[in-house]
């Protein structure tokens, strides 16, 4: 991964309080995301984690986990060509943001229709 992206990553989780790791293997690419649920359960912020599954060679295809930890539901997503893990993160990024705010507004924890 570019030293950039690394960068990118920290300062989108100092923004937003969102902890971001990616995993770039040969043949799949995994970001997971904390994203902390609604500000009105208190102080202390909990977060749910999130995973964005894809790979080279998913023609820009994506798995997005909503409660990877405690189900077996999935989404599925086409976010264009994607040919590096740099290319990933900087397309999942916005996704996780869209995600984040949906939770802050206590619309985020359904799943819609393309729940497997």
């Given at each position: 991964m570019e030293e950039?992206?690394?960068?990118?990553?920290?300062?989108?989780?100092?923004?937003?309080?969102?902890?971001?790791s990616a995993t770039d293997k040969l043949t799949?690419?995994?970001?997971?995301?904390?994203?902390p649920k609604?500000?009105?359960?208190?102080?202390?912020?909990?977060?749910?984690?999130?995973?964005?599954?894809?790979?080279p060679n998913e023609e820009g295809n994506v798995l997005i986990l909503p409660d990877?930890?405690?189900?077996?539901?999935y989404i599925a997503e086409s976010w264009g060509a994607m040919r590096t893990?740099?290319?990933?993160?900087?397309?999942?990024?916005p996704h996780i943001l869209s995600d984040?705010?949906?939770?802050?507004?206590g619309t985020g924890e359904g799943c819609g229709t393309s729940c497997g």
């Open positions: 950039k992206t690394l960068e990118l990553m920290k300062k989108f989780e100092q923004d937003h309080e969102v902890y971001v799949y690419w995994i970001i997971y995301a904390r994203i609604s500000r009105a359960q208190g102080v202390h912020n909990l977060h749910a984690g999130r995973r964005y599954v894809s790979g990877p930890d405690n189900s077996e539901s893990i740099d290319d990933f993160v900087k397309k999942a990024l984040k705010e949906a939770a802050d507004n």
